[in-house]
């Protein structure tokens, strides 16, 4: 089942990156998923199913409280 992911929202990665940090911001979502760190800046690019089975949490994404679906996903065409 896809998350509800957006661009400009952070998740919480169930692995540390590297540098200790663990929160990334979305860059794209599309079929891959880019995303920058929140402690060091650096990009990571992966599927975007394997970044979800990685994902621990959305942070500041409301999947408990509101069944709305009006968000829509960016969608990269290249
Ligand atoms: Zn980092």
Known sequence: ???PLSVGEKV???KKH???GDVFTLQRVGADIRASCDTCGSH???P????????KKIEGAEVDSSPDR?????????
């Open 1 to 3: 089942m896809p998350l």
């Open 12 to 14: 919480k990665m169930k």
């Open 18 to 20: 590297p540098c200790g």
């Open 44 to 46: 990571i690019r992966m």
């Open 48 to 55: 975007r199913r394997d970044f979800e089975k990685r994902i």
């Open 70 to 78: 009006g968000k829509e996903l960016e969608k990269g065409a290249d």
